[in-house]
């Protein structure tokens, strides 16, 4: 595996971000999770003074050998489908791209269909979905390191463009079961608390969900050390090893990264199992309907900026919490202090 140099943010600037925040023509405190933000923010950044300059969006295709078993109502044709109706700018994640001024990237990393040819996908096939992990690890360890180069090569992409914000989102029908497991594995919870529904299983279909990867964790065990490489690649989808590289990448190169939904968090966490200090460049932004979501946000302590009952999937929350993120920053750039604006500091 490609070995990153990340390290916590420097803290040195601490007290003068705190004290200018505390400055401003505000009773202290009173802006809340913006004052947060901006802290953190401008230790990522090391400056008093931050900038959230050509945001990027990597949404990240990749099929599942578990789809097989009927772990999702949605059939793995989906997943093609959608990654052609991004191209047309008809999806969820195009309008909110749109919307908020991020360049999106298209990227194929693991789709089960031909997309070679479709113009605005970015071609970086390494297998056609992965293999079924009820019976063996779903990708090689070559395919392994090649997801996380894939996605610290296309994080380099945005930054030569002056990117200074990654958010990453998914496209992979059945991405929700290894995210379940990862969370059981990761954060040491039960693994029938970290199923749900996905994209709409109903009782029967959660049950059957449950005995399926009950079964593939229990061979994980008997055939497999337990260490959080072995967990990622016996489980984890290409897109999903994708974005744990573009994120690692992304926090070594002191990027803003946004994390969004079930799926993305569990990859936050892999992220930060394999890095604890990625965490520091991490701003999770929205907690979903998926069940054990919440639970998984508190493994790592994060507090998420939205709960709108989004699950989607593709980055969507994140996008929709980027204009609070923006307002931090205008907050500390922009807002006037008490001595230039001549009032009585009164704290």
Known sequence: MKEFTIHNTDKSLEQSIQQKIDHLNKPKGSLGRLEELALQICLIQQTLAPSLNHPCHLLLGGDHGIEREGVSVSPREVTWQQMINFTHGGGGVNMFCRQHGFTLRIVDTG???DLSDVEGIIDRKIAR???NFLHEPAMSEEEFDRAIQVGSDLVDDCIAGGCQVLCVGEMGIANTSPSSIWMSLFGNIPLDE????????????IQHKREILAQALRHYHETMEDT????IRYFGGLEMVTAIGAMLRGAEKGLVVLV?????TACAIAAIRLYPAAQDYMIFTHCGDESGHRRMLDIVGAKPLLNLG??????TGALCAYPIIASAVHMINEMNNFDNAHITKYF
């Open 129 to 131: 979905g992965t293999r």
């Open 260 to 264: 969004d939904g079930f799926i993305m």
């Open 228 to 231: 959080v490489e072995n967990a």
């Open 194 to 205: 970290c199923i749900g529904a996905g994209a709409g299983l109903d009782n029967p279909g």
């Open 111 to 113: 789709v089960d269909h």
């Open 310 to 315: 989004l699950r989607l999937g593709e980055g």
